[in-house]
């Protein structure tokens, strides 16, 4: 009798886990949801650390890929402060030191021959850039709204900076004056648009 009993207690407890297993309504494993949202976006795509062109002691630089180089008529909005690359005027501004704001869309074209735009606030003495405007492919003018007393930009690269006097500044012109990433190296950064002060003759 009592292996019948265990027999019986067998089979019972054997149908109760088939019965379980084969339960739609108690799955064990959730499935992931299809609609389950995804992580968010970085920008790093449009706005990382510099690779390659990063000198000892430039902290700070911003790289900015994947800019138009299209020609087209009339105002650009650009997404940086000052703009970085995209799209611009089909005529370049001649590099120097200007001493009222200039149009982003020249400038940018200017850039995108290889020129270091260095762009100053109201409070920054136009004089203390005055060494820089002698070397070849650098632009200075005033610029308004800007988030540091100086910014130093060229093609898809910008720096924010102290003032003059910070010293990454001139060695992100000796980086990026006519440096690697210029989307068109060998183009001229006179014989374009404007009357700077100074200004070396490109080569």
């Known amino acids: 009798m009592t292996t019948f009993l265990r027999l019986v207690t067998l089979l019972v407890a054997a149908l109760v886990a088939a019965g379980c297993s084969s339960d739609a309504g108690d799955p064990t494993v959730t499935p992931p949801s299809e609609t389950a949202a995804a992580p968010a976006p970085t920008d790093e795509s449009s706005e990382t650390e510099p690779d390659g062109t990063q000198a000892e002691g430039l902290e700070g630089v911003k790289t900015y890929r994947d800019l138009?180089?299209?020609?087209?008529?009339?105002?650009?909005?650009?997404?940086?402060?000052?703009?970085?690359?995209?799209?611009h005027a089909d005529q370049w501004l001649n590099c120097g030191l200007y001493r009222e704001p200039v149009a982003s869309e020249n400038a940018v074209h200017?850039?995108?021959?290889?020129?270091?735009?260095?762009?100053?606030?109201?409070?920054?003495?136009?004089?203390?850039?005055?060494?820089?405007?002698?070397?070849?492919?650098?632009?200075?003018?005033?610029?308004?709204?800007?988030?540091?007393?100086?910014?130093?930009?060229?093609?898809?690269?910008?720096?924010?900076?102290?003032?003059?006097?910070?010293?990454?500044?001139?060695?992100?012109?000796?980086?990026?004056?006519?440096?690697p990433q210029?989307?068109?190296?060998?183009?001229?950064?006179?014989?374009?648009l404007g009357e700077p002060e100074g200004g070396a003759a490109s080569v």
């Open 68 to 87: 138009s180089q299209d020609h087209v008529p009339g105002p650009v909005s650009y997404p940086q402060t000052p703009p970085v690359g995209g799209e």
């Open 110 to 179: 200017s850039m995108e021959h290889g020129a270091v735009w260095i762009t100053y606030g109201a409070d920054v003495d136009p004089e203390s850039l005055r060494s820089f405007a002698e070397q070849e492919y650098v632009l200075i003018s005033p610029f308004e709204g800007l988030p540091s007393p100086v910014v130093a930009s060229a093609w898809g690269v910008q720096l924010t900076l102290d003032g003059p006097d910070d010293p990454r500044l001139p060695l992100f012109v000796e980086t990026f004056a006519a440096g």
């Open 182 to 192: 210029t989307p068109e190296p060998g183009a001229p950064c006179d014989g374009g």
